[in-house]
């Protein structure tokens, strides 16, 4: 996704008598002020549970405490704003602490195709503008096909190519991968609703999305460690 630059509005809270407010809508937070300065709230965007626009009102409900309510002659700019602040993709690849680790090293061809796919799919992630776009970019069916050629690919290159042997390191990588699988199901299950969400969950539809990603990359990583161990025994390394 493109980067989010800092958008600023001008509001009133509403029910309030008081003069206007500014809205600043950063990387992280939520900024509310008064124009002498006097009332001011920052609010972390990770707080916010969920968004609504209700004509010329923004609703940003709070995972603790009362919701802020906004009117505003730019709502539908506020909201898109808000609603694009909290719905970012995470630095992904922090979650990868095997990839170029000092002991993958003696398989390093096996380690760029295994992680390749998850590199690929943030990368496409990085260059697309819409919401679908950067979900797209993850389709678990994809990844899932990868994952099953890179699979079939090891068992076919295993030194030992004895069928006792193959079928013993078939189960192995099977096993191994299992929590890869799943994460991958869970993130195909939040796909859909990150994708095109409901008017009233377009934040929480995206978290839910958002954490299957994350667990899917730490699987990737847990998965690896115990795929390495195997191909290295199979490869006599």
Do not use: K
């Amino acid at each position: 996704m493109s980067e989010l630059r800092t958008a600023q509005f001008e509001a009133r809270l509403a029910g309030a008598r008081s003069a206007a407010v500014f809205v600043r809508v950063g990387a992280g937070d939520l900024a509310v002020t008064s124009a002498d300065g006097r009332l001011s709230r920052v609010v972390r965007l990770d707080d916010v549970a969920e968004v609504r626009l209700d004509g010329g009102q923004v609703a940003i409900a709070l995972e603790r405490g009362e919701p802020i309510v906004l009117e505003c002659e730019q709502a539908p700019a506020l909201d898109a704003a808000l609603v694009a602040a909290c719905c970012t993709v995470p630095e992904l690849t922090r979650a990868l602490r095997w990839l170029g680790s000092s002991r993958a090293r003696a398989n390093a061809t096996g380690q760029h195709e295994f992680f390749a796919p998850l590199l690929d799919a943030r990368r496409r992630a990085e260059d697309a503008v819409a919401r679908h776009e950067v979900v797209a970019a993850f389709d678990p069916d994809r990844l899932d096909r990868a994952l099953a050629a890179y699979l079939a690919a090891a068992v076919e290159h295993s030194a030992d190519a004895r069928p006792a042997a193959r079928r013993a390191y078939a189960a192995h990588i099977e096993d191994a991968t299992e929590p890869l699988r799943r994460a991958l199901a869970t993130l195909r299950a939040a796909s859909p609703a990150a994708a095109r969400p409901p008017t009233t969950a377009r934040v929480a539809s995206w978290r839910a999305w958002r954490a299957a990603l994350d667990a899917l990359f730490h699987a990737a990583d847990r998965c690896w460690e115990n795929l390495d161990r195997g191909t290295s025994v199979h490869r006599g390394q």
